[in-house]
């Protein structure tokens, strides 16, 4: 295995992997492992029990260099083979990218175990991922239902803000669900649920139990106890003041499969993102849930003591594989979802998102096409067939996509297997009678905030058509890690150093080609540097980021800028003419729009969060890149190598939206303009203004109440 040097600097690196480290990364104890011998510990008290020996070695650790500077220089063959020693990586043997990137985020555990969020054991592992989501937050409710409904005997869901809507009613549905359908086996489900609402209480305990009289109120809507019989329900309200916000967002259900997405239970405008994976990875999910947990479990999980990594089944089954047809597509439709049935070389993967759409529409204004004529599907159906045949194994017959009525929160109509959700789903965003497909889309994306409001793109190749759900054919587990964050209080900066960003930096220092980050906001003080650096060294990092997203917020002192202001400052001030070239960046634009609407509009928003590097290392999970979240908030992702998944995901990003068709800056001074000149409509602006600071008080307000952005 040959060493990792860094293209500009032949220095070593000073992040080693400590032994006492090394030592803890192959011991078979875990949080999780020692709570399956009893029960009755709290995860607080096995974590103290296991680890609470080792002290913080902030001194040696400080010794080795700022954390702002990891993933520079270079590390030897042998401290690389010492990092994939750490971990448990399945059959696949992990890039020397993806080493080097878990090599420093492993590194930053020196310096405070418990900043992994997860037993270092369990922090590299493998697993498969099944499914993606990028679509808005009600397709992702409908997902998490379904997996609700079909649990057997525990479930433990975990978001930063709950708000009582018809988001969460689609959970709350599933809950009673599930409880009618335990009800009928005779059997009893746990079921955990921890959230961030923000309460006096928490000053003096950080997680608050809360009462069924609260957590059944008008604020948050769960169902009570009499509600669901069948169900033992715990409610936890995690915050650590005054800035420890819990981000995460997440899902685990019969410690068999984990969802990690990154919205919140709420109604908004959002395009969002959301993985579902199974496997050894999901063991580390579940450690990861107890210790946020870290209270006692009253009661305690029925499947403690049945790992993820001993079961034998998955969800590759007949029902998986004939959601496919041959050309790659979900069967019925054009787009394709399967990687390997992409066209490769160049102009094709990261290369493709600076090709213009061809023809006559540009940045700028077009409109509406018109409802008849040749783009109109006058009986409801896609150019192709839209059936699907499953075989006889999946024990499914041939089932006509216009005839599935679509699983909203007022009339539920749950799927057995995740091949009839796509269907489902794929059927709700395709064109009805009478509708084209742009409207189509259009309606889908409206959902419940803005009914009504019209799209101006053009119509799309039917190869571009929007798929909510991209199902990932079947495939063997490849290596994975949890690269985390713990909340942190204070208002300072001083927490930095953790997983999550020290793989961030990493990345974007190691990658060889390109990078690609999607957030809907990129302010981070350690971050913009990093992205200079890698422009100057001739890597292409292509930044989607949301035009406006709490601009308000943003604009406090410590917190780093508005998203305009950044891109502005890179362009003209921070990048070397040689290195613009290599900055892409990119304002969020709706599939169904041609220009970017300001986020404080609330009509086409985007809250991904994702990183992907030299397209095979993908970073994915709650952590914005903005101060908040490299500083302050609890968030968890993963980390993977796939070039297959990555692949998958470009080419989902892709048709899901318009960004790379309309929403390139300016290459000079980083303003987007249409086609006439005109900057876009309600946009703060470059200049924020004298009382920029004002707005931010307001900003912060509207986060304590849920309304401003996560």
Not at 189 to 204: E, T
Not at 254 to 263: F, G, H, I, K, T
Not at 269 to 298: F, R, T
Not at 537 to 546: H, T
Request: with cysteine; charged share 20%; proline share 7%.
């Amino acid at each position: 295995m040959s060493s990792i040097h860094d293209s500009d600097n032949s220095a070593e690196s000073p992040y080693t992997i400590s032994e006492r480290l090394y030592e803890l990364c192959l011991s078979p104890e875990s949080v999780s492992s020692l709570l399956a011998e009893d029960p009755s510990l709290a995860p607080g008290e096995a974590w103290k029990k296991l680890f609470g020996h080792h002290d913080h070695d902030l001194e040696g650790y400080g010794s080795k260099g700022d954390i702002r500077d990891i993933g520079e220089g270079f590390i030897s063959s042998e401290e690389l083979q010492r990092a994939r020693s750490c971990g448990r990586w399945g059959s696949q043997e992990p890039s020397s990218l993806f080493l080097r990137i878990y090599h420093d985020a492993l590194c930053t555990l020196d310096h405070n175990l418990e900043c992994g969020m997860v037993s270092p054991s369990l922090m590299g592992s493998s697993g498969t991922m099944l499914l993606t989501i990028i679509s808005v937050i009600p397709d992702i409710m409908r997902h998490m239902s379904n997996l609700i409904v079909r649990a057997e005997k525990e479930v433990f869901l975990a978001t930063n803000f709950w708000q009582n809507g018809i988001a969460s009613k689609y959970i709350t549905n599933a809950i009673k669900e599930l409880s009618r359908r335990a009800g009928e086996r005779g059997t009893k489900i746990v079921m955990k649920i921890i959230y961030d609402r923000g309460s006096p209480k928490q000053v003096f305990e950080p997680h608050y139990m809360v009462p069924e009289s609260e957590y059944t109120g008008n604020a948050v809507g769960l169902p009570a106890s009499h509600e669901i019989p069948n169900i033992d329900l715990q409610v936890i309200n995690y915050h650590r003041p005054l800035l420890g916000t819990f981000h995460a967002k997440y899902m685990i259900v019969d410690r068999r499969v984990a969802v990690l997405q990154s919205n919140n239970i709420q109604d908004n405008d959002n395009l969002e993102m959301m993985v579902q994976v199974e496997g050894p990875i999901v063991d580390s999910m579940y450690d990861m849930a107890l210790l946020s947990w870290h209270k006692n479990l009253e009661p305690p999980l029925p499947q403690l003591s049945s790992p993820a990594a001993k079961s034998q089944s998955g969800s590759f089954d007949a029902s998986h594989a004939a959601i496919f047809g041959p050309e790659g597509t979900i069967k019925g439709h054009s787009a394709v979802v399967d990687p390997d049935k992409l066209p490769s070389g160049e102009g094709y993967g990261l290369e493709a998102f600076d090709q213009k759409q061809t023809g006559n529409h540009t940045n700028g204004t077009v409109d509406p096409p018109p409802l008849d004529g040749d783009n109109a599907m006058p009986n409801g159906h896609q150019p192709r067939d839209s059936g699907i045949e499953l075989n006889s194994e999946a024990g499914t017959t041939l089932v006509q996509q216009d005839t599935l009525p679509e699983h909203t929160a007022e009339d539920p109509h749950y799927d057995g297997n995740l091949a009839g959700e796509i269907l489902r789903i794929q059927a709700s965003v395709s064109a009805k009678a009478g509708e084209t497909q742009m409207r189509a889309i259009s309606r889908h994306l409206n959902h419940t905030v803005n009914k009504g409001f019209e799209g101006n793109a053009p119509e799309c190749d039917p190869q571009d058509e929007m798929t909510p759900y991209i199902p990932h054919p079947a495939h063997e587990p490849f290596p994975m890690a949890l690269v985390c964050r713990p909340p942190y209080g204070p208002p300072n900066h001083a927490s930095i150093s953790n997983p999550q960003n020290a793989a961030w930096l990493s990345a974007l220092r190691n990658a060889q080609k390109n990078v690609f980050i999607q957030s809907p906001t990129l302010n981070a003080e350690p971050l913009i540097p990093a992205i200079v650096e890698a422009c100057e060294r001739g890597v292409d990092v292509y930044c989607y980021v949301c035009l406006g997203y709490n601009d308000s917020g943003e604009m406090l002192p410590m917190q780093g800028g508005h998203n305009e202001a950044i891109v502005h400052r890179l362009y003209t001030t921070l990048l070397s003419p040689s290195a613009k070239p290599h900055l892409h960046w990119y304002w969020y634009i709706g599939k169904d729009q041609t220009a970017p609407i300001p986020a404080s509009q609330k009509k086409r928003s985007c809250h991904v969060k994702m990183l992907i590097a030299d397209e095979h290392i993908g970073v994915v999970g709650n952590g914005n890149q903005d101060t908040q979240s490299w500083f302050h908030s609890q968030e968890i992702n993963i980390m993977l190598d796939s070039p297959r998944i990555c692949r998958a995901w470009i080419e989902a990003l892709r048709r899901n939206q318009n960004t790379h068709l309309y929403g390139r800056v300016g290459a000079e001074d980083g303003i987007w303009r249409d086609e006439s000149g005109r900057e876009a409509q309600g946009a703060t602006g470059v200049d924020a203004g004298r009382f920029s600071w004002a707005k931010g008080v307001v900003g912060a307000i509207k986060r304590v109440q849920g309304t401003g952005g996560f």
